[in-house]
């Protein structure tokens, strides 16, 4: 984790961390004022008011003596995409869908036919990036492997980055010379087949998780902005009879593992050369980036494995 400058060269020993740029957007930006702003956020987010009744209030607001005949938004589409507009911190969501080769015929189980598979996630570069980045985790977070030990000389484990498979990928990286210097920023993955937030039709989708490895577990567990909403799976479903179907089986791990590939398609430049990345101290450093662990019950590890239910997964 050798600090670097914005082009990426070596600061010198000692060097302060680069000043960060001063926005020229208003404080509140893209909302004309704080009001603007929290009119916005007691509509949508603490009351999810529908538009129609966004436009009917709206409409009284500009009838009302003094205002002229200008309410705060002109309708509910306004608002809309003024919190769209929202880029501070942000990383947008975006989506692609898949479905059966067979989708659209008649006949059989239904997930051939019926279903299209949506997938919807954020850039986990941005998302990795954010959490590399927050100063809360200054004096929590690991820049290269370490090793620790007791007072009698046995080895700890405790964080990620103190673990044996840190140290050796980092022992991989290093025979290329242009990643000497560089951070290791493994990525830990995260899921839970038993929290279905959406559940419609032939689709059960289920909530992904990414965190950095560097952050120390301690911060993991009690801070909320170590852990990042990574994206929604769509995990098809299909009538009792033909859960146990070995067509179906395949397609569900084909879909699993497709969707993850598309996620993670964007940051494989990162996972091959270092880039520049801003770190939690307010320095620069190069960052190579690499899968890491995924946390699921068992029935995600068999998915995830590509073996039947009773198989270990090791």
Known sequence: GTPVDLNGDDLPEGASPPKPNTSSKRAWHPFESRAHFELADFIFRQNEMPGAQIDELMHIWASMPGQAGTPPYANHEHLYSTIDAISEGDAPWTSFSMESVEAGGSGGPSWKHNGTYEVVFHDPQILLNHQLSNPGFKNHIDYSPRLVFGEKGQHVWSDLMTGNWAW??????????????????????????????????????????????????????????????????????TDKEFEADPEFRTFRRHLFHTSLEAIFHSMRPAMTKPQSVKCADGHYCRAIYGLGPYIADYPEQALLACIVQGWCPK
């Open 168 to 237: 050796n990928q980092c022992n991989e990286l290093s025979k290329d010379p242009d990643n000497h210097g560089a951070m290791f920023v493994p990525i830990i993955l995260g899921s839970d087949k038993t929290t279905v937030s959406v559940a419609t039709g032939n689709n059960e989708y289920y909530p992904l998780y990414i965190s950095a490895g560097n952050v120390h577990n301690g911060m993991r567990r009690a801070h909320g902005e170590a852990v990042s909403l990574l994206g929604f799976l769509s995990i098809p479903k």
